[in-house]
């Protein structure tokens, strides 16, 4: 088959993407990737074909604008920003999708590209398959990624509810950007007030979700779903650079710390708290980079600075992981082994921090806002040293390890495959 993989959003939203069409493409498919410009390398790395939509992700993280609105947190505003940056290349994107989708068998897609990726298939008759890296589809089970999850004590109809309000906030900012371009590019009408979800294209085949059933057991209202496990993208053939292989061969087990592509408008500061959190620890440290100026020179010998390297090569090799609570790098940490706790910005990311501790193998998450030297030490001291944190930490990184949700999705995909030529 000739796939298309619609990944839009951070390296974190796209890479599963890539990792997904590399097994597809090595179970003889072709694969191509439409995502943003800065991704290009990260898809051709891989043998896949790219194809560019406008707009650097990256640069928009960066922005002044935008590292302030990720340090206050609030996702309405958030998502109030980028619904305006979506206007602007409406329809350059339905166009690049339209392009993108000529001789294509079939679209797998993810939340951030969901809205082109129907839009497209009902203009085009192309099967679809819905593949999202958090939970999206109504529950009864908890109540959405946006709200506490203390909540699921106000009942089923309040979690379910909270679904279709999640579902309402995400599509309200982007319905003008999707009526332009479905007018001006398909020749569609601009879809009703609710939005894509009742699409028929969207329930023709099943919902697959790319994280593990070890962390979110399947809801039983989950109807036509299939949790099939993470879709990690392994750095086989990585050779780790030789002051990093030194620094973790010189000593015990360090601690990860990093927040992946989230920002902050004063980065200094985060780093001077970061700092005396480790020292007052006692504990040796692998930094992130993205600390604003500090610079290699200004760390003791017990903290190593690095730039990008493979979570999958990495965690393993820690003695916990501190993060920004992202869900590729939640599942990361979850599989290595190794006790974590997430320090959220907003979206998804209090949402995992908080699946963390409920499974007991890290520390309840401490929101940015609410991060100081004393509970970053404390947290740090305990996932070192609680052997009950440990071992469960342990025993569910080898649960994930153990299965295998590229397989399965290929699988799903066989079925396609045989349903759309019978």
Not at 40 to 52: G, I, K
Not at 59 to 68: D, N
Not at 362 to 376: D, F, H, Y
Request: with cysteine; net charge neutral; hydrophobic share 45%.
């Amino acid at each position: 088959m000739q796939i298309l993989a619609i990944a839009l959003g951070s390296q974190g939203d796209v890479q599963p993407y890539v990792a997904l069409g590399k097994g597809l493409q090595a179970a003889g498919h072709h694969v191509r990737v439409m995502t943003h410009i800065n991704f290009e390398r990260l898809v051709t790395t891989h043998s896949l074909e790219f194809y560019p939509v406008k707009g650097n992700v990256q640069e928009i993280v960066e922005s002044p604008e935008m590292r302030a609105l990720l340090e206050k947190g609030n996702f309405l505003a958030i998502n109030k920003h980028t619904s305006k940056l979506a206007r602007s290349v409406a329809i350059d994107w339905m166009q690049a999708g339209f392009a993108a989708c000529q001789g294509v068998d079939l679209i797998v897609v993810g939340v951030g590209g969901l809205n082109i990726a129907v839009s497209l298939a009902e203009k085009l008759q192309i099967p679809l398959l819905p593949a999202f890296l958090f939970p999206f589809t109504p529950t009864r089970s908890f109540p959405g990624i946006l709200f506490p999850q203390s909540l699921t004590k106000l009942g089923g109809t309040f979690n379910w509810l909270s679904h279709l309000l999640l579902r309402q906030i995400m599509w309200q900012g982007f319905r003008t950007a999707d009526r332009i371009a479905r007018e001006q590019v398909l020749n569609l009408p601009a879809r009703s007030f609710w939005g894509p979800y009742k699409s028929a294209v969207m329930h023709r085949y099943p919902t697959v979700y790319g994280f593990s059933p070890s962390i979110i057991p399947k809801p039983v209202d989950w109807h036509k779903t299939e949790i099939v496990g993470d879709w990690f993208l392994d750095a086989s053939d990585w050779t780790p650079p030789a002051d990093l292989v030194k620094f973790l061969q010189n000593g015990a087990p360090p601690v990860y710390i990093g927040f992946g592509s989230m920002g902050s408008r004063k980065p200094e500061e985060t780093a001077d708290l970061v700092l005396q959190a480790i020292n007052r620890t006692g504990q040796r440290a692998v930094l992130q980079a993205g600390w604003g100026s500090l610079s290699k020179a200004d760390v003791p010998d017990n903290i190593l600075m690095i730039n990008s390297v493979p979570h999958s090569w990495l965690f393993p090799r820690m003695a916990a992981v501190v993060h920004h609570g992202g869900a590729g790098t939640t599942a990361a940490g979850l599989r290595a082994g190794v006790p974590s706790i997430a320090i959220p910005f907003f979206a998804d990311q209090p949402f995992w921090g908080q699946r963390i501790a409920d499974l007991g193998v890290g520390m309840a998450p401490i929101p940015r806002k609410q991060l100081t030297v004393e509970n970053l030490a404390q947290a740090i001291d305990r996932m070192v040293t609680d052997p009950v944190m440990r071992q469960r930490a342990a025993d569910l990184g080898a649960k994930i390890q153990a299965e295998d949700g590229i397989d399965r999705v290929v699988e799903i995909v066989r079925e396609i495959d045989r349903h759309r030529i019978d």
